[in-house]
């Protein structure tokens, strides 16, 4: 069976939904898949800059992949592929992409990673992003499976 754990955190501002980014990217580890979801407006693009940003450069150009569904990033730690699934319209359109070069040795950053269906690796870490207390605040809520599930025991309190 499988190891997963869960946590949720408090993201108070948009700040700390970057600083969630940073602790992330400083965790992955090539063939690492972390999966972004929710709502239209939660932070899934705020916290992919900033995991991008800490792994190349503070000033790096992060375009939101909506229309060209992939932006590759090489960086000391592998290869960072930054999938935004939204328009996919079925989950082997996604093979076209270099879906299977991503999982086996980049890092795979994935938005909308629901439209994958069956493809979505057992093995990952979803970050669940919804609307907090406050109009600035998120919930975040981070499950982990396989490998991430020993990595995210670092965050508990």
Known sequence: MMTSIALTLDLTDEAATRSL???????ARAGDVIALS?????????LARAFIRFLTTPDEDVPSPTFTLVQIYDTEAGTVWHFDLY???KPDDALELGLDDAFADGISLMEWPDRLGPLLPRR???VTLAAGDTETSRKATLTA??????RLGELMP
Do not use: H, I, Q, V
Request: hydrophobic content about 30%; charged content about 30%; cysteine-free.
């Open 87 to 89: 328009r996919l319209e």
């Open 124 to 126: 990952r870490l979803d």
């Open 145 to 150: 499976r396989g490998a991430w599930a020993d």
């Open 21 to 27: 980014g940073e602790t992330l990217a400083g965790m």
């Open 38 to 46: 929710g709502t239209l407006g939660t932070g899934k693009s705020t």
